[in-house]
């Protein structure tokens, strides 16, 4: 058994788990195995005891007349059997495919006679010694074979690989398995096996050894099986005896439950990857060890003898140089031989030569000595054949290499509108394919506020449903349309909206979507993509933010050359110029960066159309809010709400409008209310500009004083300032990011210009919170700084880009921060630091007289603020009477009645982007807000 474990790891393996799949395939665990062989063994014991009760010996003489009478066939006479043939089939053993004897033949064994065996052919007797405990000797007689016991470093050698297996079994089956170990150290291992460890020791394992030892090692699991059976049922009829409960009934239900309990199968609880894993190994050791049932290594004398001789060769086939596959005459065999698997098809046998030329050689002789004339030898072919498993393993290393790549490139590419995807399908374009049909259900009612968009791209539609009214007139349509704009304004929505009205299928693109790390790959894709379309004509491309891949070539900034991108946009330049007047391919465009645009693509022929898309006006915001309000739920007059909300949004584009309705329904639905009301469209538009409410946020008193002050001394100023914008509510709440309170004012509708007037009431309110706490504290804080922010650009502004300053005149400088030279003098430098200073301190006066005078009513709004933390606009009414200056009309059609407080989003400002956080300081309207001491840092 040492030598069986050290001789790899194999022969271990092929011991338990190969032996599993060889004999019961469908097994996964040993034990199943093993209740499965005791089963097929207490039934041949069954067949056994009916044909000569309580006399195995007879029994086994009656088997052993079995094979006599196989070998005779046909009638023979014993003596006469072809003694090869006996040998071969005799030698097959119960694996072999004439092992599978019939009951009947079994049966009728027991009327022949009981010399067959000693006048079978020499080498009878060997067969059942080789074939061990499974030959029908032992059926009976499960303990017959003499047994060797185990050396202290074999027993030794069982421990250590128990303690293996139990690492990779479960307890159950680890447990039956120690048992039978146990078993086997203390009776011992049958001699058949020490011989061929003996054997083994001197040359390596061949795979007839193997399968040999598998049949061994089988049958001590089996013997040990019945043994186990039968303990079981000694042991469940004496404790019946014990019990006194002998009766028949009682026997027979004891018999059932002690059969069911000793057929009890055992269940491995098994994963799918471990069974597959399983079954795998199971069956490549299965393959490895038993190369195929339907095959039988004879002897050359065998071949010789039972076949050459009787003429029953049909062909010989050498393989890989070492051995030798004989076919048969199948029907001449079966005459000569019925019983003789080889008749059926699959069955082959084959025998080993040493060398081709000796092989040939020995043939030549034995059918010289046949007296084959030369015309009708035996022919004989030459095959080289990998064997399967190694032809497998060779190849396993490159399998493994293209599924990992196959495996990796389905991951990273994503279908595409050709539906190929994975590695193949790099090159093809990754446009969504809308059918207009199923996809696109928007149309030109659902996009609002964008008429003179709309106008214009209505050219399109009418193109696409009627072309011949534009071609019978000569008309060229325009290509295609650059659809430009803010972000979420509705430029993707408007387009398709167009693929619509127009009926057609719409490709959805981004421009991204055409960079890929490989070079050629953008262009391929467009190719793609236009190929495609073309085949779907008449239809729409939309390629979103264009600019992307639609930069102006040769600005490629410190990154060096960017050919991958200027090849893609060539691309597109060429595909555009490809269409010919009467190719219904349209293609609109989305960018929010016109200005980066290369110059040709803007060229007439190409997007020659250019549909600017701004931000809604009050109108716009009105309309579109009515869109979205009609997939609420809501008990609000339309009409009214969708006005109001507008009002309370100004800058606000459509996809904002569509996230505060969509906000607004998700607040009411957390305080589980029935319908949306005012107040959660007030909130929702809150949140959305202002942030989340900071709750955990705890002031100390004295700070909220502070920030209380700061606030109240903001909406004097926007209350008693003839050109400052309106107030709505002033707050002391935390929100958002780090704004501890604020004010908020609202535009009288959109304001596209501003006065100087209104600047300087606008600076004048945000300094308002630091002159307010330096009128009511002896010290100031930190928290105005992002007031002087905004009042310092907004000064600058004046200054440097809108001609308000006399002293530095109607000059425009660019503000970039990043510029190495000043477009500028020192001497001019030092002027707009002057004028800027001087704006800002005139602002601070005027501020501060404003304040001074109404101290009083700071105090009161203060106070009222630190009680109840928000003050809405008929509160400040209340405490400071009617606002002396006349509102917009509009405004006071939304927010001079009961509940007239909403919140104004960041203001347009009059020219320029506007800045990148906070609220423009030189933009009309916004929120004042006092911000954490951290401004500073
Ligand atoms: N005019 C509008 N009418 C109705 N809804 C609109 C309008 N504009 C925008 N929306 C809403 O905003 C969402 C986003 O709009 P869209 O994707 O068309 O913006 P976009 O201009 O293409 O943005 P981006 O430039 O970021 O790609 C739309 O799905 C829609 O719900």
Known sequence: MTTLLRRSSNLARISTSSLES???????????????????????????????????????????????????????????TTPGVERLYDNAGPMSP??????????????????????????????????????????????????????????????????????????????????????????????????????????????ATA?????????????????????????????????????????????????????????????????????????????????????????????????????????????????????????????????????????????????????????????????IPSSERIPVSYVDEVPWLSGLFSFAPTLVFIGGLYWLSRRAGGAGASGQSGIFGIGKSKAKKFNHETDINIRFKDVAGMDEAKAEIMEFVSFLKEPGQYQR????????????????????????????????????????????????????????????????????????????????????????????????LNQILTEMDGFNTTEQVIVLAGTNRPDVLDKALLRPGRFDRQISIDKPTMDGRKQIFRVHLGKIVTSENMDYLAGRLAALTPGFSGADIANCVNEAALIAARTSADRVTMTHFEQAIERVIGGLEKKSLVLNPEEKRTVAYHEAGHAICGWFFKYADPLLKVSIIPRGQGALGY????????????????????????????????????????????????????????????????????????????????????????????????????????????????KREIGLVAEELLSKEVLGREDLIRILGKRPFEDNKEFSKYFDGPGGFGMPPPPLPPSDQPPPEGNSPDAPGGAVAIRRGDDYQ
């Open 211 to 371: 399968a040999q030892l598998i049949r061994m090692t089988n049958n001590v699991g089996r013997r040990y099986a019945e043994k186990k059976i039968s303990e079981e049922n000694r042991n469940s009829s004496s404790s019946q005896n014990e019990n006194g409960k002998g009766s028949k009934s009682g026997d027979k239900d004891k018999k059932k439950s002690g059969e069911s309990s000793s057929f009890k199968e055992f269940t491995a609880s098994m994963d799918t990857s471990t069974f597959l894993v399983t079954a795998l190994v199971g069956y490549l050791l299965y393959r490895t060890v038993l190369p195929g049932e339907n095959s039988k290594e004879i002897t050359w004398q065998e071949f010789k003898t039972t076949f050459l001789d009787k003429g029953l060769v049909d062909k010989l086939t050498v393989l890989n140089h070492n051995r030798v596959h004989v076919d048969l005459h199948r029907e001449a065999t079966g005459r000569v031989y019925p019983e003789s698997p080889a008749q059926h098809g699959n069955f082959r046998y084959y025998f080993s030569i040493g060398s081709v030329e000796a092989f040939e050689k020995k043939l030549e002789r034995a059918q010289n000595e046949l007296g």
């Open 743 to 854: 004010a908020q004012l609202l535009p009288q509708g959109d304001v596209y210009l501003m006065n100087v007037n209104q600047l300087m009431d606008r600076m004048a309110m945000t300094l308002a919170g630091r002159v307010s706490e330096e009128l009511h504290f002896d010290t100031v804080t930190s928290g105005a700084s992002d007031d002087f922010n905004k009042v310092t650009r907004m000064a600058t502004a004046m200054v440097t880009k809108w001609g308000m300053s006399s002293k530095i005149g109607y000059l425009y400088f660019e503000g970039d921060q990043q510029q190495l030279h000043k477009p500028f003098s020192e001497e001019t430098a030092r002027n707009i630091d002057s004028e800027v200073r001087r704006i800002v301190d005139e602002a601070y006066k005027q501020c501060r007289e404003l304040l001074v005078e109404k």
């Open 98 to 207: 004439q092992s599978a004897r019939s009951q009947d033949s079994l049966q009728s064994s027991k009327h022949r006679d009981t010399d067959a065996q000693s006048k079978a052919a020499p080498g009878f007797e060997n067969l059942y010694d080789k074939t061990g405990p499974m030959s029908p000797r032992s059926y009976n007689d499960p303990d017959s074979p003499p047994m060797s016991k185990l050396t202290k470093e074999e027993q030794q050698a069982v421990d250590r690989l128990m303690r293996t297996l139990r690492k990779g079994l479960p307890v159950s089956q680890s447990e039956i398995l120690e048992e039978a170990f146990n078993d086997m150290k203390r009776t011992g291992i049958p001699m058949e096996i020490r011989e061929v460890m003996k054997k083994l020791k001197d040359k390596p394992l061949d795979l």
């Open 473 to 568: 007139l000569g008309a060229k349509i325009p290509r295609g349309a650059l659809l430009s704009g803010p972000p979420g304004t509705g430029k993707t929505l408007l387009a398709k909206a167009t693929a619509g009205e127009s009926q057609v299928p719409f490709f959805s693109i981004s421009g991204s979507e055409f960079v890929e790390i490989f070079v050629g790959v953008g262009a391929s894709r467009v190719r793609d993509l236009f190929q495609n379309a073309r085949k779907h004509a008449p239809c729409i491309i939309f390629i979103d933010e264009i600019d992307a891949v639609g930069k102006a070539r040769g600005k490629g900034g410190f990154s060096g050359g960017n050919d991958e991108r200027e090849g893609t």
């Open 22 to 80: 060889s004999l019961c395939p469908h097994s996964s665990s040993l034990p199943k195995l093993v209740s499965r062989s005791s089963r097929l063994a207490a039934s041949r014991r069954r067949t056994y005891a009916t044909d000569k009760p309580g006399d195995p010996k007879e029994s086994k003489d009656a088997e052993a007349k079995t094979s006599g009478k196989v070998v005779a066939g046909n009638g023979e006479k014993k003596g006469k």
